[in-house]
């Protein structure tokens, strides 16, 4: 393998990481803090693709400007916070925290059901396919080698931005503190007269954003089309799983991991290439089961 | 034998008679039934307080198995079965050797992921499994002899039924036996469980096994019923609806999941015509509906309507704690 | 000379910056029932812990009638002859009372046939005496978790002796339980136990209870034995009096 295919492999897991942990994020924060594992959220990334795809497509058809496909993403991952990720929360998880695991995954399992079709009854079955954003930002030539500007740099970015920006808004702000408030010890944090139930609502729907954020920056890179939720949720809970459930931190390395991983394989063995981020969780998981960053829990007797 | 019992027995009786009274539900309850096998496999793990996203990983390896063993000379269907059989126990002894250390979202997780990672070589590696179009599963032999079509399937409904009967009852043996009811104190305490001297994860993997091999055995029979084995067979939608069906039948009834299993087929062959773009959709409706406000399921109904029947009977009988999971 | 019952060689643990074991020396001679007393945090638990292989310590090690158990799991040291009762009782809360006991009795005949039913185990007999020694014949078909704590208590000691262990661990055995019964349940277990020849280990805070019936006291603070005798000799010195029974009557 030469230097070129080796600079590609690296910008190629580079870019596919950072979209992976947009979702992955959204999926350990909303665990971290509600304790329930969203079975939907692969669901949250489709639609927010979907959205941005469709309606892209159609506002450019229609001759606006192309730079509209960037706010056009905010609005996308907005909508799947807050029309979907807070009734989900506010009707459905609230009425479940209190019962036994299997009954929240299968709670969210059925949500997961659910957007699966309600993708299909809006979208149909064709793909759709909406890279204007990724088009209009170019190429860049680096060490002899062209890559998008938009997979090298741009996702990137917001990948390290979401990941900043999450640390500091946990540690520094009045309402993030409150949410590791609530993750610490809920009990506590009700009987110093923190709205534990707020608290929950807004993580689920920043969660739920995110995940429709990732979608919506994967959309110009991929065909969107029916399944790509339940790969996704099935890719970023190895990516969870791999950090440890409910590490912000151990998420990005573990996204990077699993997408260096992946497209060494995609450049090497190219059939492994869908098996690689599995293998490299089971892997992981066989030598530390809670995960790289994650500490085993202990149970008092 | 109390009224209870007689309702259901009465209906496995009833069964019998369908390829005489009503030919035209034949193959559908063959494949209701078959399924209703494999969601026993569900069922029992969710005795164990755990819940599978990734069964139909048993349920397509054995089916492939047998559609590879019918394409060579050897195939007959007691082959077929026994190979299939073997084959989804024996990566359930695997796959269960890893995931037995997982409890909760771990394990109905990494169950999925193995599916999915089964199902991805399935689509990817077409030379030897067609891809997405799957492997024709020609009618194989029976013991030697080769039926035509009508007789062939006359007889897979009837080792079907048996099967359903003979596997539901030995699945019932098992969980009222030691090990069957260690098997189930990984839900209620592991701890003591530990301090009985016994591993949870022996245990947990004893019965892993059997669910494996009891979705392995759904799938053979699915397969040769259908004459087709696809990647579809061990998607995770295959497995959602197993789990639907054990969840509708009543979490952890084996009984239950008969009844769900022929109760979900009947109603998906009238109703999918009307809703085949929203089936899921439906589903994951009723899931959340039987989950949120009867989730004692169908036979968590049943024991109801049966107590208070039988409390009006002026000799009620006794009955355990137990009983509404049975 | 024979090797004692269980013998701990300097255990060493830490949690975080606390000291729960440092370097605890103690032997457990068979038939000798011994009480282990001290404050609340002095490592009582902890030293049950290590010795069942719940914690294994960064430091020493632990021989039970010789062999060195240290870094062998709890189903492994079980297996050995020691079994547990625990201060939170420790049952399948779906089963009842009797169910419980069948299923210890299931784990220690090692019965693995999946066509055997636990309903038909030769042991029913052996199972009542259980529950009628601890006093709870009347809730056999009760679910335990629908029973008061005081009685899942008892059945937690039932289930450990179902085991038929050579040496009995107990975390505070009768806590829980009114106290006018509690000489009662100790006069029946203390001579059950002595029938079926299990040593018994007990934390306990009623120094009557350690007085009455214990052959041995060990006295734990900070993480350390501080003290041992018998009964009369360790509650009449004016230590313990201050540190342990000070602290309970206060």
């Known amino acids: 393998m030469d230097y070129t295919l080796i600079l590609l492999a690296i910008f190629d897991g580079l870019s596919y990481a950072a979209l992976v942990f947009m979702v992955a994020v959204g999926l350990t924060l909303i665990f971290g803090v509600l304790q329930i594992l969203n079975v939907a959220h692969g669901s949250l990334y489709a639609i927010g693709a979907y959205l941005t795809a469709s309606i892209g497509g159609a506002i450019f058809a229609a001759g606006y400007a192309p730079i509209l496909a960037f706010p056009l993403m905010l609005i996308a991952a907005a909508l799947v916070g807050i029309l979907l990720g807070g009734p989900i929360e506010y009707l459905l998880l609230r009425r479940i925290y209190h019962k036994p695991e299997v009954l929240q995954l299968l709670v969210t399992f059925a949500v997961f059901m659910i957007l699966e079709d309600v993708q299909r009854l809006v979208w149909g079955n064709q793909p759709y396919f909406e890279s204007s954003a990724l088009q209009m930002l170019g190429n860049i030539q680096v060490f ?55 608290v929950y609502l807004l993580t689920f729907v920043v969660g739920a954003g995110l995940a429709g954020l990732g979608g919506a920056l994967a959309s110009p890179t991929t065909s969107v089309l029916p399944g790509i939720g339940a790969e996704m949720i099935v890719l970023s809970f190895a990516v969870v799983a791999t950090a440890g459930l409910g590490r912000i931190e151990g998420a990005a390395i573990a996204a990077l991991l699993i997408g260096l991983g992946r497209s060494a394989a995609t450049y090497t063995y190219p059939e492994l290439q869908v098996l690689v981020p599995y293998l490299i969780m089971l892997a992981v998981l066989l030598v530390r089961p809670e995960g790289l960053f994650g500490s085993p829990a202990a149970r008092k007797i | 034998m109390s009224t209870r019992h007689f309702l259901p027995l009465l209906a496995l009786l009833l069964l019998l008679f369908v390829p005489m009274a009503a030919p035209g539900l034949q193959i559908l309850l063959t494949l209701a039934l078959a399924k209703a096998i494999a969601v026993m496999g569900v069922t029992l793990l969710l005795r164990a307080g755990q819940v599978s996203f990734g069964h139909a990983l048993f349920f397509g390896i054995s089916a492939y198995a047998a559609a590879f063993i019918a394409a060579t000379s050897l195939d007959d269907l007691v082959l077929l079965l026994i190979a299939g059989t073997a084959g989804a126990a024996l990566s359930g002894l695997l796959v269960g050797l890893f995931v037995v250390r997982y409890r909760g979202i771990f394990f109905g997780m990494l169950n999925l992921a193995f599916s999915m990672i089964f199902w991805s070589i399935l689509e990817k590696f077409y030379h030897y499994t067609g891809g997405a179009d799957g492997l024709r599963l020609p009618r194989p032999t029976v013991l030697g002899l080769s039926l035509d079509r009508a007789p062939f399937e006359l007889l897979l409904f009837y080792l079907t039924l048996a099967l359903t009967i ?140 049966a107590n208070r029947l039988s409390r009006r009977d002026p000799s009620p009988t006794a009955h355990s704690p137990n009983e509404a999971r049975q | ?86 201060q939170i009782p420790q049952l399948f809360g779906e089963h009842t009372a009797m169910e419980n006991l069948m299923i210890a009795v299931s784990a220690r005949e090692g019965r693995q046939s999946p066509l055997l039913q636990m309903q038909s ?113 360790i509650l009449a010195h004016p230590d313990v009096i201050r540190d342990v029974i000070g602290e309970e009557t206060a």
């Open chain 1, 144 to 198: 002899g080698v062209y890559y998008t500007v938009y997979q090298l740099i741009l996702l990137p970015v917001v990948a390290a931005l979401t990941l900043i920006g999450l640390r500091l808004f946990l540690r520094r702000t009045l309402t993030g503190r409150l949410i590791t408030a609530v993750t610490e010890d809920r009990e506590a944090a009700q009987a110093i007269g923190i709205d534990a139930n707020r």
């Open chain 2, 166 to 305: 003979g596997l539901g009852w030995f699945t019932l043996r098992f969980l009222g036996s030691p090990i069957g009811q260690l098997f189930q104190t990984v839900k209620t305490n592991e701890t003591r469980l530990e301090y009985l001297g016994v591993s949870a994860r022996t245990t947990l993997l004893k019965g892993y096994v059997l669910s494996a091999a009891l979705c392995g055995i759904g799938g053979i029979l699915v397969a040769t019923a259908q004459g087709i084995v696809t990647p579809s067979y061990a998607y995770w939608i295959r497995s959602g609806e197993m789990v639907f069906i054990a969840v509708l039948g009543g979490a952890g009834s084996i009984p239950g999941a008969v009844a769900g299993a022929l109760a979900y087929e009947i109603v998906r062959a009238y109703a999918a015509a009307f809703a085949a773009d929203i089936w899921q959709l439906v589903l994951g409706v009723f899931l959340l509906v039987v989950i949120l406000f009867a989730p004692g399921g169908l036979a968590g109904i049943y024991t109801a309507i």
């Open chain 3, 1 to 86: 000379m024979t090797d004692p019952l269980l013998e701990a060689r300097g255990l060493e643990i830490r949690f975080g910056g606390v000291v729960a074991a440092d370097g605890v020396n103690l032997t457990i001679d068979e038939g000798k029932n011994l009480a282990i007393i001290g404050p609340n945090g002095a490592g009582k638990t902890t030293f049950l812990n290590i010795c069942t292989g719940w914690l294994k310590p960064s430091k020493g090690q632990v021989f039970f009638r010789g062999e060195d158990v240290t870094r062998l799991p709890p189903r492994k040291i079980v297996q050995r002859g020691v079994a547990r009762a625990f």
């Open chain 3, 121 to 233: 185990q030769p042991e029913r007999s052996e199972m009542q005496d259980l529950l009628e020694l601890v006093g709870c014949t009347d809730v056999a078909d009760a679910r335990v978790d629908e029973l008061s704590e005081g009685q899942r208590k008892l059945i937690d000691i039932a289930v450990a002796l179902a085991l038929k262990p050579r040496l009995l661990l107990m975390d505070e055995p009768t806590s829980g339980v009114a106290s006018s019964e509690k000489f009662e349940i100790m006069d029946i277990l203390v001579k059950a136990l002595a029938q079926a020849d299990v040593t018994a280990v007990f934390v306990e805070h009623d120094m009557g209870i350690v007085e009455n019936y214990a052959d041995e006291v060990a006295v734990w603070n900070s993480g350390e034995v501080q003290m041992r005798g018998t009964p009369a000799e």
